[in-house]
């Protein structure tokens, strides 16, 4: 079965350096996210891609996030400067179509450490 | 404001005896809902949906979940629990026509004494 896969599992950095958080899709998924779970809390929507473009952002994706289709299989999620606050578990999601009439499908997640 | 609200942050059933897990939204209109799991190093997984229709709807694992318009609720339940259903679980919305994210509650963590 399909599944959407994430690099790495566990990303330790320092405050201040950037990370590049990566993922695949499922091949013929058009719809791709990121969401995030600090520790203890809720998931929450960060952003969402569609047609080489975001479609929907939540206030937390401020401009130290940003999203890329490099090519045509890899999604990232890339934070210019880390801080503290943003150590958390990062979830990337894929669907066919809209949610709501297409599931999104989710990967393992990776956890990031910022130190 | 719109919100999606878990009452229950843990909850522990024996092995066999029934579930329910409940979620209650606050939307202006009813939203699409879903329930998700995610066990230990997983993943979110879906276990049932629901967009319209039959208020009744069926999962996988032999979950089901009942939408209670009456009642903004979209209640989880299983008729009898195994050990592996221990994990926690996400009650998810997607407001109507307002987008493709997707809001979760604050998760209830399932124990399952043997």
């Known amino acids: ?115 | 404001a719109q919100s999606v609200t878990q009452p229950d942050i843990h909850i522990t059933v024996s092995e066999g005896a029934s579930l329910e897990l409940r979620c209650n939204y606050s939307y202006g209109a009813t939203p699409y809902l879903f329930w998700y799991v995610q066990s230990p190093g997983q993943g979110l997984q879906l276990l049932l949906k629901y967009f319209s229709g039959d208020t009744l709807v069926q999962g996988i694992k032999g979950f089901e979940a009942e939408f209670k318009r009456s009642q903004s609720s979209f209640n989880l339940r299983k008729p009898s629990v195994h050990w592996s259903d221990a994990a926690e679980y996400f009650c998810a919305v997607e407001p109507f026509n307002a987008g493709n994210m997707l809001t979760f509650g604050g998760g209830t963590r399932l124990m399952v004494k043997p």
Not at chain 1, 58 to 81: A, C, H, M, W, Y
Not at chain 1, 89 to 114: D, H, I, K, N
Request: proline share 4%; glycine share 6%; aromatic share 14%.
């Open chain 1, 1 to 115: 079965e399909p599944e959407v896969t994430q690099t790495p599992s566990h990303q330790v950095t320092q405050m201040g350096q950037e990370v590049i958080l990566r993922c695949v899709p499922i091949s013929n998924h058009l719809y791709f996210y990121w969401y995030r779970q600090i520790l203890g809390q809720k998931v929450e929507f960060l952003v969402s891609f569609y047609n080489n473009e975001i479609s929907e952002k939540s206030e937390i994706f401020d401009d130290q996030f940003s999203v890329e289709r490099p090519d045509g299989s890899n999604f990232t999620l890339k934070i210019r400067s880390t801080k503290l606050e943003d150590s958390a578990m990062y979830f990337c999601a894929s669907s066919r179509g809209l949610a709501g009439s297409y599931e999104q499908y989710f990967g393992p997640g990776t956890r990031l450490t910022v130190t």
